[in-house]
C-alpha cells in the first residue's frame, strides 16, 4: 500500500519560516515524482512544487518562487519543502503527492495518483 506522511507543519509569524517532510511508503522515490499542494478554506487547491524522481527536475508556483525549496535525501527516502520569508497568504493544509512526472503542468492535481493527508501551516501577521 502507497502511502505519503507529511510532518512539519505548525503555526509562524509572517517572515518566519518552516519546513515540511513527506515520507512515502509503498514506493521508492527513484521512482516517482513528489509535489506539493496546498488548499487554504474557501480556496481552490494550488500546486506549490514538485520534483522528480531523480532529483533533476523541479518546479514551483509562481507565489512560492524565490521563497520555498524542494529538496530531497534519497538515503531517507524523504522529501522536504523548505518554506522561508512566510507569508499569511501561506497559510492552508499543505499535501505531499506522488506520480509518475514532474513537468511544467505539476499544478494540475489529476495528473497526480497518490495523496498524503496533510499538515496546517498557520502564518499569523
Known amino acids: 500500500e502507497v502511502q505519503l506522511v507529511e510532518s512539519g507543519g505548525g503555526s509562524v509569524q509572517a517572515g518566519g519560516s518552516l519546513r515540511l517532510s513527506c515520507a512515502p511508503s509503498?514506493?521508492?522515490?527513484?521512482?516517482?515524482?513528489i509535489g506539493w499542494f496546498r488548499q487554504a478554506p474557501g480556496k481552490e487547491r494550488e500546486g506549490v512544487s514538485c520534483i522528480s524522481g531523480s532529483g533533476g527536475s523541479t518546479f514551483y508556483a509562481d507565489s512560492v518562487k524565490g521563497r520555498f525549496t524542494i529538496s530531497t535525501d534519497n538515503a531517507k527516502n524523504t522529501i522536504y519543502l523548505q518554506m522561508n520569508t512566510l507569508k499569511p497568504d501561506d497559510t492552508a493544509v499543505y499535501y505531499c503527492v506522488g506520480g509518475p512526472w514532474c513537468s511544467s503542468r505539476f499544478h494540475y492535481s489529476a495528473l497526480w495518483d497518490y495523496w498524503g493527508q496533510g499538515t496546517q501551516v498557520t502564518v499569523s501577521s
Open positions: 509503498g514506493f521508492t522515490f527513484d521512482d516517482y515524482a
